[in-house]
């Protein structure tokens, strides 16, 4: 899985971080995402769909093609 962020969409809700504060972050001054892992592991790929499924800005895309080595 591979996780992009737009943050010209975000409107720092906060949800992403709720759902899977591993991979997502805000910014300390507007609450922008931060994207910490862009490649999470297997075990937190449920999180970050739920991640993205609940943020109300759609600033979450989601690549599900497996990794390649």
Known sequence: ??????QEKCCGAGH???????VF???DEDGIVVLLDARPPAELHQAVQDAAA????????????????
Do not use: H
């Not at 992403?16 to 591993?22: F, G, H, I, N, R």
């Not at 609940?54 to 080595?69: E, H, M, N, S, W």
């Open 25 to 27: 972050d805000q910014r």
């Open 16 to 22: 992403c971080v709720l759902a899977a504060p591993d």
């Open 1 to 6: 899985m591979l996780v992009r962020i737009d």
């Open 54 to 69: 609940v943020c109300p800005a759609a600033a979450i895309q989601l690549d599900q093609a497996p990794d390649r080595a």
